[in-house]
């Protein structure tokens, strides 16, 4: 049994059949009662052992807009894969929007067409079409500067277009890198090489009961300042309120 185990962990159990037991003939003759493997029934908990609890918060009314309210905890608190998901979706319409209003400059001011005459000044020196103007405003929020494509003074929608584009972009850079960083400094996997006992007892200690299991850590580091909270589910039964009857009226009044 115990070679069972450990081939098969602890997430099934060893069961013991018999041909008087449970009616099942054994296949051939001086064979003896037979052990199958059934999957244990995980018990739902209130608390994981990660601290986690099972609960569901239902018919509270207008939650959605309540998470919206607090956007910057809400992306915390999200799962890795939409917090990467919302922060490339973010940046990369953020980087076409911007493209695409340095294309509508080029565009409207017949850049695109003049843009080879020798003795006009564009608005955006060597920007020719779509992604020439991606790759200027890449080069300008990257703060990389080839010297290729480069702003001229003689664009003043340019100028204010390039103060937007700073000012966005340092607001986009705080919030989701920010995000990114609480993320990361969390320490919510902490809890996984904390191990608890499979079973909790009661037992006397100094003269009274008292409920005992066992925590370990599979680190070497020493937590600092830990402290463990524990949740005591209790079953009560409690009595209904009395009804509220009138006086009964006295006979003659």
């Known amino acids: 049994m115990s070679a069972l185990r450990r081939k098969f962990g602890d997430d099934y159990q060893v069961v013991t059949t018999s041909s008087s037991g449970s009616g099942l003939q054994p296949q051939g003759p001086g064979q003896g009662p037979q052990q199958q493997l ?108 080839y010297g290729y494509r480069y702003i001229t003074d003689k664009c003043p929608e340019g100028i204010i277009l390039f103060l937007f584009q700073s000012i966005l972009g340092s607001i986009v850079d705080a919030f989701l890198i920010g995000c990114m960083f609480i993320k990361m400094s969390q320490p919510k996997k902490r809890a996984e090489t904390l191990m608890f006992s499979e079973h909790a007892v009661i037992s006397m200690r100094d003269g009274k009961l008292t409920l005992m299991f066992r925590v370990g850590n599979l680190r070497n580091s020493h937590m600092v300042s830990a402290q463990i909270r524990c949740k005591l589910l209790k079953v009560s039964a409690t009595r209904p309120l009395p009804t509220w009857r009138p006086p009964a009226r006295k006979p003659g009044n």
């Open 38 to 145: 059934v999957p244990k029934k995980k018990r739902q908990r209130f608390v994981d052992k990660n601290g986690r609890c099972n609960v569901q918060h239902g018919n509270l009314g207008s939650e959605t807009s309540r998470y919206l309210s607090d956007l910057f905890t809400t992306l915390v608190d999200l799962k890795w894969r939409w917090n990467l998901f919302i922060f490339i979706l973010t940046y990369t319409v953020a980087w076409l929007f911007m493209a695409s209003m340095w294309w509508v400059i080029a565009y409207t001011r017949g850049d695109l067409n003049k843009a080879h005459v020798g003795n006009y000044t564009p608005c955006v020196a060597n920007v020719y079409n779509f992604p020439s103007a991606f790759l200027f405003f890449i080069e300008t929020e990257a703060t990389i500067g």
